[in-house]
């Protein structure tokens, strides 16, 4: 069974920056890839940033040089640092993983930006 438990979200100002956590137990996590998801009142989830278990990456346009995501294996953790933050920015997170056929969410967490 795989668990991901986001961390790391919270209330900033327009211009600032979060970076949020997501650690995975019980996968095979440096074979995995892993995505972060948002989801805002009203809206549909949509992919945000991707991370492949071979480090290559893709992000949505809406936050191409502001978003960066990484990985640390020896930690099973994923990261997404989100500069210049937006209040369009604003959502909840979701970390994601795919295994065995599977796909596996966390609970998210809540990103706010005030303007």
């Known amino acids: 069974q795989v668990q991901l438990v986001e961390s790391g979200g919270g209330l900033v100002q327009a211009g600032g920056s979060l970076r949020l956590s997501c650690a995975a137990s019980?996968?095979?996590?440096?074979?995995?890839?892993f995505g972060w998801y948002r989801q805002a009142p009203g809206k549909q989830r949509e992919a945000v940033a991707i991370?492949?278990?071979?480090?290559?990456?893709y992000y949505a346009d809406s936050v191409k040089g502001r978003f960066t995501i990484s990985r640390d294996n020896a930690k099973n953790t994923v990261y997404l640092q989100m500069n210049s933050l937006k209040p369009v920015d604003t959502a909840v997170y979701y970390c994601?993983?795919?295994?065995?056929?599977?796909?596996?969410w966390g609970q998210g967490t809540q990103v706010t930006v005030s303007s």
């Open positions: 991370i492949r278990s071979g480090g290559s990456t």
């Open positions: 019980g996968s095979t996590f440096s074979s995995n890839g």
């Open positions: 994601n993983t795919e295994q065995r056929g599977f796909t596996y």
